[in-house]
């Protein structure tokens, strides 16, 4: 490379001559890129050539990102909610409302609200991208498939002031707080995963678009779809772990322990592999697949895991005529 003058030419605009210290600094400050050229001024017979083409420059330049996918165009304004977690084990959120914000929420999660709050059922989510009645009949309908009511409640300070609402897990774990303005606008879920959020984030249906998704994915067969711009609050069983995946990096996890996962991210259900290990390895026959790019939360007691365990000793008990868990340690009748 040559010490002397350079010029540099960004969007057509040509700037120069500059020494190659100066052009460094710009790469450095941000103003130069890939996209730019260069030409040597001490070459006799030279050409413009790509800043990354010069070694001694491309060594200063930031490595090439992925380009992104286009961002959302058909994304809600949610209402700005202020919101505070309490509790360890069996948690409750309180969200505190201006005059006039609302959020919605799963019937039955009601945990307390202050007088200045009203209660409303809507068909559907309550979001405001719907329209007319046939909008919402469908978003409710979509509702029915994940197992749902048709209904969603929306709880709205009506007040002179700042109002508190809260909403309460349905049992043993973590409620997980997610802005979907940082993941894209999109979050998908288990069906039972959504807790409560702000008015105006949709609550809808995602169909797996592979066969074997479909035939074996258990749980993860209908998944919810958290889509708008605003805070929504999921729940999950045991411990929650978040994790980002990298590009191609791939987890396999049993498919109740999955919790919720960003767009970017692909989702698949394979065989475990081995007569023996799919029958008598008591871990199912299918795994959960995930590969990145994107961010996963997983749960460590997924509900059913936990019912069907209770359900388990209670039959046990039953046949024994003990009618105890304790008979197991040798204390029941």
Known sequence: MSEGLWYVAVNG????PMPATQVLERIAAGKLDRAAYVYDAAASAGSWVPLSSVPAFSASLQPAAARPPPPPTNLGTADEIDYELFGEEMQFVEITLDPHEACIAEAGALMYMEPGIEMETVFGDGSQK???FMDKLFSA???MLTGESLFMTVFGNRGGGRQKVAFASPYPGKIIPVDLRQHGGTLLCQKDAFLCAAKGISVGVEFSKKLGTGLF???GFILQKLEGSGFAFMHAGGMVVSRELKAGETLRLDTGCLVAFERSVNYDVQFVGGIKTALFGGEGLFFA???????IWIQSLPFSRLANRIVGEVRRGSQTGAGSVLQG?????
């Open 141 to 143: 309908g979509k509702r």
């Open 217 to 219: 994915g258990g749980e």
């Open 329 to 333: 340690f040798g204390l029941g009748e």
């Open 13 to 16: 605009k040509q700037e120069g």
């Open 130 to 132: 719907q329209g007319g």
């Open 289 to 295: 697949t995930l590969t990145g790019p994107g961010r």
